[in-house]
């Protein structure tokens, strides 16, 4: 039974469509978050939800829209889409932290590789 | 924000070898954790480790967190520990998990 679930795991589209990719975790955590994975390998922090309220928001074009109907789920939506958007973007979840942190362990999911053209 | 560095950038190892990765964080930590990104992509959870030495198998890792280090040691490395090995933090406070830039390591049989 997969911890934290992405789909789709490919995406290939033009540039200017709009795109959706869904995470699901079943973990029971109260923080998710999307992280974008460049070419060159580096992950970078989009955006982090906990227990449904948007606590980080990195600057990221307003294009991308992140949306967390429960928090079991969390959703990233990118309107006109464009050539450098091409990523593999991670979701992940984890646990609210101990005193003086408010994150524990950061659980992955499989991660959705876009490829606009 | 806190900056978390590895070192070596690269590393190839014979089948075999020992080998010790290295994380320098510029920040206290509540939370440092080691992944290994595999040839597939998958991002698997190695340790979490704000401080103090775990062993899990051939891998260990040892944090300094006063001294604001990690290492990573992999003994008798395998072919399948090849692959991107990243350390994240999060500063005493924080709430963003930083990652490294990795290190990439091959394993020739």
């Known amino acids: 039974d997969t911890a934290v679930s992405q789909t789709p795991k490919y995406l290939v589209t033009q540039m200017g469509n709009d795109k959706s990719i869904k995470c699901e975790q079943n973990?029971?955590?109260?923080?998710m978050y999307w992280y974008k994975q460049d070419s060159k390998k580096f992950l970078k922090i989009m955006f982090s939800?906990?227990?449904?309220?948007?606590?980080i928001n990195e600057t990221v074009p307003n294009r991308f829209s992140p949306k967390s109907p429960d928090k079991a789920h969390l959703n990233l939506h990118i309107n006109s889409l464009e050539l450098g958007d091409s990523a593999v973007y991670f979701c992940?979840?984890?646990?609210?932290?101990?005193?003086?942190?408010?994150?524990?362990?950061?659980?992955f999911g499989e991660g959705s590789r876009l490829t606009v053209l | 924000g806190i900056q978390v560095e590895q070192s070596p950038p690269d590393l190839i190892l014979q089948e075999g070898a020992n080998s010790t990765l290295r994380c320098n964080f510029s920040?206290?930590?509540?939370?440092l954790q080691w992944f290994h990104q595999n040839p597939w992509g998958q991002l698997i959870n190695l340790f979490y480790?704000?401080?103090g030495t775990k062993q899990n198998g051939r891998l260990s890792a040892t944090t300094v967190a006063t001294e604001r280090y990690s290492l990573l040691y992999i003994s008798s490395s395998q072919t399948t520990d090849s692959g991107v090995y990243f350390c994240?933090?999060?500063?005493?406070?924080?709430?963003?998990?930083?990652f490294g830039a990795g290190t990439r390591l091959f394993v020739k049989a």
């Open positions: 992940a979840s984890s646990p609210s932290g101990t005193s003086g942190s408010s994150t524990g362990e950061l659980f």
């Open positions: 973990l029971g955590h109260d923080t």
């Open positions: 939800y906990n227990n449904k309220e948007l606590i």
């Open positions: 920040d206290s930590v509540n939370n």
């Open positions: 480790i704000p401080s």
């Open positions: 994240a933090a999060v500063s005493t406070g924080g709430f963003k998990t930083i």
